[in-house]
Structures are given as C-alpha cells and as structure tokens.
C-alpha cells in the first residue's frame, strides 16, 4: 500500500509551510476586516471573526488529536485502492496535471454537492455557511469533524485511476485554497467569460446564499463547468442580492455551538425517530427533508417551500 505517501503528508516539511500559509490567509483576513469597518455603513462583524479564528484553531486541534484516526481511515481506503489501481500515472508530463486538474474538480463538484444534499456531510459544512456575513475570514470556517466523516471517497476514483494519494490531497489544498479570495461581496464581476467558467465572487456569493432562488447552487471549486453541465449553475442578480448565513440563522459566536450544532441536532433526531426509515432520513436524507429538532440557531438549508 501508498502508505508512506498518505503519513508523508501528515508529518513532512509540508506542514511548517502550512502553517505560515494559513497566518498570511489570517492576515489578509483581517486587512480586509480594518477596511471593510471603515468603508461599509453597516460595519465589519469583528465577533464572526474572532468566532471563525477559533473555529480555524480548534480545526487544528482536533485535526492534531484526530489525525491518527482520520488516516487510518484514509490510508485503509485509499491505500487498497492504489494497490488496486488501473494504471501508474506519474506527475511528470502535462496531461497528467490537467487530467487531475479536470478530475478533481469533478470529484469536488459531487462532494460539495452532497455536503448540501447529504445530511451526515452537511452536518459539518453547515459550519462553513454559518456566518451571516460573507468575508475572507468565513474561508478559513470548515467546521472540526471533516476528516472523520468519510469524504475521502468522492476522491477515491482518482487514486483508482492512478494518481497517488498524495497526488490527489495536494491538487485538494490547491483548489481549496484558490476558493480563499471568493468569499468577497467587494469584487464585481469579471467579465462574461470568466463569470461563466470559472467560479468566482459572484459565483460563490450566490452559493452562500440563503436566498430560495439560491439554495444548492454553484459547487464548482475552481470551475463552473460542472455546474453547467448537470444543471446546478445559478447567475447572481443584480434585482436579488444574497443574504447570507443558513436559513434558519445560527445567532452565537460560540465556537463550540458553530461547531457541533447540526451534529447535536442530528443525534437528537436519530433518538427520536420511530423507525428504521426515520433514522435513514435523519441521517441521510436532504437538510430539512426531516426535522424532528427545532431550535431558533437552526442549520437547514432547505427552502421554505419544503413541508415538514
């Protein structure tokens, strides 16, 4: 098994690198923050950032105590996976950078859609989409419990097809990194050209939100292609400015609230379900397509429309 490559990853000279990215990331944020207090009416949320650092910092807590287990998971997966794999594709030529370029993204296009669509998974992307403002610091919001809830299988084709496991978590940070600059409301739109294959500000402010005519759009990572081509893809409007946050809007700045309140709701409404079918919705069904827990700090993001 690909074994070393994966714990590679986790304790190689990558990580002091890592860190100093994600510092700069922190900076930026908060240039951002200082200007935006001075120039926007309705000020800057300092408490939403402050609640997005410490979610950033207890990501990298938990990612600490958490990693052994994360990997474990990840190296029994992928690892069997590459020693079944079909074909050995190296990173030295430049159709095996584009073919993994197009593949990831395509990988990410179906995660990001079922951290929508999928309970389990939407119980830690909830956290992303909880601020109420949409800034650079709501980015580094990823919520505690990613590493744990096996989403490494959406990227597994890629490391069936060949590529390594290292391969693929590297073009992964890529693309989540080329997302960083898109949590702006402050950048126009980029042209026709740009808007319509690339994501960008515009694009992913209409994924933040809230809005029906918004909801579960616009998953691309870096491109809008996939999007297009499975019908997904939604303009911003310029008669319709998104309001941000979760549908039922989650009021606290409480790390820990960010960071479990869908899990505490989808516990909750496991132990209360009657039946085997109650316990698959709870836990797999669509955000909202059952809610046995109501609570005004609310993660759904349903539209209204959906009946309970």
């Not at 949320?45 to 402050?50: P, T």
């Not at 052994?68 to 996976?81: F, K, M, N």
């Not at 190296?90 to 993204?105: C, I, P, Q």
């Not at 296009?109 to 610091?137: E, G, I």
Request: hydrophobic share 45%.
């Amino acid at each position: 098994m690909d074994h070393i490559a994966l714990n590679d990853f986790a304790t190689s000279d990558l990580r002091p690198w890592l860190s100093v990215l994600i510092v700069v990331l922190l900076g930026i944020a908060a240039i951002e923050g200082i200007v935006l207090s001075r120039r926007t009416p309705g000020g800057y949320d300092w408490r939403a950032f402050a609640a997005s650092i410490a979610d950033a910092i207890g990501r990298g807590i938990t990612d600490a105590v958490s990693t052994g287990l994360g990997l474990v998971i990840a190296i029994l997966l992928l690892g069997w996976i590459y020693e079944h794999r079909l074909f050995t594709i190296t990173m030295d030529t430049w159709w095996a950078f584009a073919l993994l370029f197009v593949g990831e993204e395509l990988c990410y296009y179906w995660y990001h859609r079922s951290a929508h669509r999928v309970r389990w998974f939407w119980a830690t992307h909830a956290v992303h989409h909880s601020p109420n403002q949409l800034t650079l610091a709501t980015a580094l919001r990823l919520g505690w419990t990613g590493k744990l809830t096996g989403t490494a299988v959406f990227f597994a084709p890629l490391v069936w097809l060949g590529f390594s496991p290292l391969a693929v978590m590297l073009a992964m940070s890529a693309n989540l990194l080329y997302q960083f600059w898109l949590h702006t409301t402050w950048i126009p739109k980029l042209g026709s050209v740009f808007e319509r294959w690339f994501n960008s500000p515009s694009n992913h402010r209409v994924h933040h939100g809230s809005n029906p005519e918004y909801l579960d759009c616009n998953y691309g990572g870096v491109l809008m292609v996939f999007d297009r081509l499975f019908g997904t893809y939604v303009e911003e409007r310029a008669d319709m400015p998104p309001h941000y946050g979760l549908t039922n809007p989650l009021l606290t700045y409480n790390p820990l609230r960010i960071a479990f309140h869908e899990w505490i709701n989808l516990v909750r409404d496991v132990a209360n379900a009657r039946s085997l079918g109650d316990i698959w919705r709870a836990l797999f069904a669509p955000p909202g397509a059952r809610k046995i827990t109501t609570t005004s700090e609310g993660s759904n993001r349903e539209p209204p429309s959906v009946n309970d």
